[in-house]
Structure formats: structure tokens, C-alpha cells
């Protein structure tokens, strides 16, 4: 089965140029419709205004922005495309997102990490990250223009199923990754980044210590690894040639291969944990999401529920 594509959504924040050109390009592909989103916080009770004035405040803000989303929706209409534009107000802009969500029911939601201005460097917001926790349909991170040239579309696999994650996630990451090759063109890769395996001891001052295990045992395991990804990749018949195994941080081996292999995108999934069902996203994940150098779309496991 391929990712089938009937709604995208996009929260608007500021120009949001990419994420635009970015959505745009695949609704004229996938033949689908388009949400702008904006969400607008009230006007903050400090600044000296009565309630009334405070609300009117707030909705000539709201005015201000669906005027601002209509302009953008302008050319787009001009070029055939079916777009709708969407201004809410809410004290919390992820859950005022999160409120779309639930009422359009997009097939992708699509936001646009921003270049930091003292780091340069592109950087998720705590909004964004909170998306990624809890958006329960697949989360489009657009970091780069449409018009760069690059073709394959990277899905990042889990064998050994680690963190508990249920083995339909890797079937619904295949599944996105070969929708969007079938729209985009390109071709998929398949990639697992695992770490070395270590040993703990328990009796250290502080707190249990790493050690490294014996030779025999490390090679066991690396072939264990290689043969559950080989597996793996066969199920989904791709190629051997764009299968990549790598031991070592997938902080820096993701995002590393990604650029070498000119990744356009990578897909890659997030788990419920607990009992609110909230995403997993551990300082790992926030590091590899941070140092991609292409898009990253966020995959859910089909059971997911979000908290509320």
C-alpha cells in the first residue's frame, strides 16, 4: 500500500515560504486539497486594555492574519489548486493546532522549521516538538525548498523493534515513504542506525558504568542486527544496493547518510508510551530531528492516540 493523500494541512507562522512551496508542489501532484492554519493567541491582559477591548484586540489580529493567509491563497487558487484558509484563536498554538487537526482530518500536516539567528542554524520550536508528541496523523518537518535537486526519499527502520515500538510502525513508514516517491518520483532507501553493545556494572560509586563486552559477544550481536535489517529489507523489496546499516550515534550516522545519499526526505516514526499515549521523544530523537539536513516527515503507529 502507498501513503494516500486527500487533505494536507499547514500551520502557517510567519512567511513560511518553504512549507508553502513545499505543500504546494505535492497538492498539484497528488491532485489534493490545501489548509492554511494560523492560530492567534489573545491579546495579553498586561497591557492595559478592559476585556472588551482586549477581544477586539484579538480579532482585528485574527482579521489581520486571515487577510495575510487569503493573500497567500491568491496565486495558489489561480493555479487550479482547491485552498482553504483557517484562523483560530487560542491561548496554546498546539493545541489550536492540534483542534484543526481533529476537525479537518488531513491526510499530512506540514509545518516549517526556521533558521535560528544567532546560530544559523535550523531549529525545531517547543510547538513544533509538541506536534511531533502528539499530531496523530503524519507530521511533514519541511527544512529545505522544493527546488532543491534531490531524489530519494530515506526510511529509517527499527529491527530490533527497540523502545517497544510495535513492528507496524515500520510498515507505516514504508508505506509513506513509497506514496511520496510515487508522487515526488525518486527512489527509497531503507536505513538502521544501532549502537555498540555495552555492559553495565552495577557496583560503581554512582551509578551503573558502561563496559565493553567481549569480542565474540559484539560480533553475535552485530550479526543479529544484520540479519533482522536484511530481512526486513527484503519484506519490502528494496534494493540492496540502497540498504544502509550503521553502527554508532544516530544523531550524527542519520543525518550524515542522509546527506550523502542526497536525501530529499527521511521518514521516520514515533511511539505512544504510558497511559496518555504521549509520543516518545527522547533527547535522541530532538538531536536527530534537529541536525537533518533534508525534511523530516514523522510517522505514527495506525493504533496512536493522542492525550484528550
Known amino acids: 500500500m502507498d501513503l494516500k493523500i ?16 513545499a505543500a504546494t508542489e505535492l497538492c498539484r501532484k497528488s491532485h489534493t486539497k490545501l489548509d492554511l492554519v494560523s492560530i492567534v493567541p489573545p491579546t495579553a491582559s498586561h497591557l492595559g486594555m478592559t476585556d472588551a477591548e482586549r477581544l477586539k484586540h484579538t480579532h482585528l489580529l485574527a482579521a489581520g492574519q486571515r487577510l495575510g493567509l487569503e493573500r497567500l491563497a491568491k496565486p495558489l487558487r489561480a493555479q487550479g489548486l482547491t485552498v482553504h484558509c483557517h484562523v483560530e484563536i487560542n491561548r496554546s498554538v498546539t493545541e489550536g493546532l492540534l483542534d484543526c487537526i481533529r476537525r479537518f482530518k488531513p491526510s499530512l500536516v506540514a509545518i516549517e522549521a526556521h533558521k535560528h539567528t544567532i546560530l544559523s542554524r535550523v531549529f525545531l520550536t517547543q510547538t513544533d516538538y509538541n506536534l511531533v508528541r502528539y499530531c496523530r496523523v503524519p507530521l511533514w518537518i519541511v527544512k529545505n525548498s522544493p527546488r532543491v535537486h534531490r531524489t530519494a526519499v530515506l526510511a529509517a527502520l527499527d529491527p530490533g523493534r527497540t523502545n517497544d515500538k510495535p513492528s507496524s510502525l515500520d510498515d507505516e513508514i514504508i508505506t509513506c515513504a513509497r506514496g511520496l516517491v510515487r508522487i515526488l518520483g525518486g527512489a527509497v532507501h531503507s536505513a ?17 558504568a558502561a563496559i565493553p563486552v567481549s569480542l565474540p559477544v559484539q560480533q553475535k550481536y552485530i550479526a543479529r542486527i544484520r540479519k533482522q535489517f536484511k530481512t526486513l529489507s527484503s519484506r519490502y523489496r528494496i534494493a540492496p544496493r540502497r540498504v544502509h546499516l550503521k553502527m554508532g550515534d544516530p544523531a550524527f550516522e542519520l543525518p550524515s547518510l542522509a546527506r550523502s545519499i542526497r536525501a530529499r ?44
Open 192 to 208: 538502521h542506525i544501532y549502537a555498540p553493545l555495552v555492559g553495565y556494572v552495577g557496583d560503581a560509586m554512582f551509578a551503573p
Open 265 to 308: 526526505m527521511v521518514v521516520m516514526g514515533a511511539v505512544a508510551r504510558g497511559a496518555v499515549k504521549r509520543a516518545l521523544i527522547g533527547n535522541t530523537a530532538e538531536r536527530v530531528l534537529d541536525a537533518m539536513p533534508c525534511d523530516v516527515l514523522v510517522v505514527k503507529p495506525k493504533d496512536f492516540r493522542a492525550a484528550g
Open 6 to 21: 486527500e487533505r494536507i494541512m499547514v500551520g502557517v507562522s510567519g512567511a513560511s515560504r518553504k512549507v508553502i512551496a
